[in-house]
Structure formats: structure tokens, C-alpha cells
């Protein structure tokens, strides 16, 4: 309620042409916030039933100290839903943790993974949110997997392709 006072008091400011001009302006500022509003997610319970998913990553025989797994249906394979990630740590990663799980089923996997080079540099903010440092251990690693349509682990042993 007080935002359409707020919206009427506005329009009152300014000096439309004529009154119809003046209810044709507050309609669409009013569709605007109510849509701006409204969001696109919704509640967080609603959608796809979601699994954590946890496990390690290593790479040459060692865990990965840093990146992002991301879990992406595979539409190919008639899978569908939202995305799942996870941040790695140590060779870790756990989508329950500052991650999110994914719908099961058919998935691409996307694994980034970063090496340490200088503890006191800074890491950077990936567009998601999760934490990268500096240097990439390996080009992005991407394998297929069908995956289970409940919580479970994974363990992954990234192949170096650049090995001759």
C-alpha cells in the first residue's frame, strides 16, 4: 500500500497532459515493480528434486588444491533441470556446501582446476561466486556421466590430456 501512495504522490509532482496520460504512467510503473518484485525463482523449495553430490578431485595422482565442478543435465540424453556446483578445496568438494545439488540422471561435467602459485595472492570471484586462484592446473576437464537420482559420491581423476 505504501508503495502506491508513494507512486501517486510521484505522479502528482509531475505535470502530465491530461489525467488519462497520468493513470497510463502509474499502470506501468505499477507492472514494473510488481514484476521486478515477483522474481523468477520463487520459493527454494519449488522446482526438481535436488541430490548432493560430494567427492574428490585429483590430478596426477594428487588433489586438486583449487576450482569448480559444475554438473549440467545432458540434454542430448533427455535430461533436463538446473545446474549443480561445488567449490574444490584440497581435492574436495561437496554441493551441500556453498554449492547446489543436482536434479540426477544424465549429466556434463565441467571441472576447472588451479594451483596455488603464490599464497599471498589473491583469489578471484568466479561469475557464480566461488573462489578461483590464478594459475589452471590442466585445460577445462569435461566428462559424461550418468548419476543417481539420490545424495551419493563421486571420485574423479582428471586425465592429462597433454601427457604424450
Do not use: W
Amino acid at each position: 500500500m505504501r508503495l502506491v501512495l508513494f507512486f501517486k504522490y510521484y505522479l502528482s509532482k509531475e505535470t502530465p497532459v491530461n489525467s488519462q496520460e497520468m493513470k497510463f504512467r502509474f499502470a506501468a510503473i505499477l507492472c514494473s515493480t510488481l514484476f521486478l518484485f515477483s522474481g523468477c525463482g520463487g520459493n527454494s523449495d519449488s522446482g526438481p528434486d535436488r541430490f548432493d553430490i560430494s567427492g574428490t578431485v585429483t590430478f596426477k595422482g594428487k588433489p586438486v588444491h583449487r576450482g569448480t565442478i559444475v554438473f549440467s543435465p545432458d540434454q542430448s540424453k533427455g535430461n533436463a533441470g538446473p545446474q549443480g556446483a561445488a567449490e574444490i578445496k584440497e581435492g574436495k568438494f561437496d554441493t551441500s556446501v556453498k554449492g547446489k545439488g543436482l536434479v540426477g540422471g544424465h549429466h556434463i561435467i565441467t571441472i576447472n582446476g588451479f594451483d596455488q602459485v603464490d599464497e599471498n595472492a589473491k583469489p578471484k570471484m568466479s561469475s557464480d561466486g566461488m573462489m578461483t586462484p590464478q594459475k589452471p592446473l590442466f585445460p577445462t576437464y569435461t566428462i559424461q556421466k550418468d548419476l543417481p537420482k539420490e545424495n551419493s559420491t563421486l571420485d574423479i581423476d582428471v586425465i592429462d590430456k597433454q601427457k604424450k
